[in-house]
């Protein structure tokens, strides 16, 4: 009980320090690792976890969408806002019926945007450390 109380606390404290991009990631993360335990869970006919795990990844896209500012972030929150409304439908089409070629595609696309904020987040740290070693 002590050993998990321990990883809790862990979570809270690299959630607690992350930066605003890191949560992002952090949040595709999450939610590949929940469409991975979907698409076992319909192949091993598990219904109860399958539903489980993909609504917990329709939460967190439905988080993403959300927290797209629209009139600030023009083009690319438009079409951040078309490519999580299609992941939700096939994840929701997964679900109800019991597919795994939509959490495939699911997995692709959310895993080729989460390597887009991970490079972002590499030319962040470059800049900075640039600008530190100029100053």
Do not use: C
């Not at 019991?98 to 959310?110: A, E, F, R, Y």
Request: avoid cysteine; hydrophobic fraction near 40%.
């Amino acid at each position: 009980m002590a050993y998990r109380n321990l990883v809790e606390e862990y979570k809270k404290n690299a959630v607690n320090s992350a930066s605003p991009l890191k949560l992002v990631i952090m949040l595709y993360d999450g939610a590949l690792r929940f469409m991975e335990s979907g698409k076992e869970a319909i192949l091993q006919k598990d219904y109860s976890r399958q539903n489980d795990y993909l609504q917990r990844a329709q939460k967190i896209v439905l988080e993403l969408m959300s927290s797209l500012d629209m009139e600030s972030g023009g083009e690319i929150a438009h079409n951040l806002m078309s490519l999580y409304s299609y992941v939700l439908q096939q994840l929701i089409n997964a679900n109800v019926y019991d597919q795994t070629d939509p959490v495939d595609t699911s997995i692709k696309i959310m895993s080729e945007l989460r390597l887009s904020w991970m490079t972002l987040e590499d030319q962040l740290k470059t800049n900075i450390e640039e600008i530190a070693h100029a100053a």
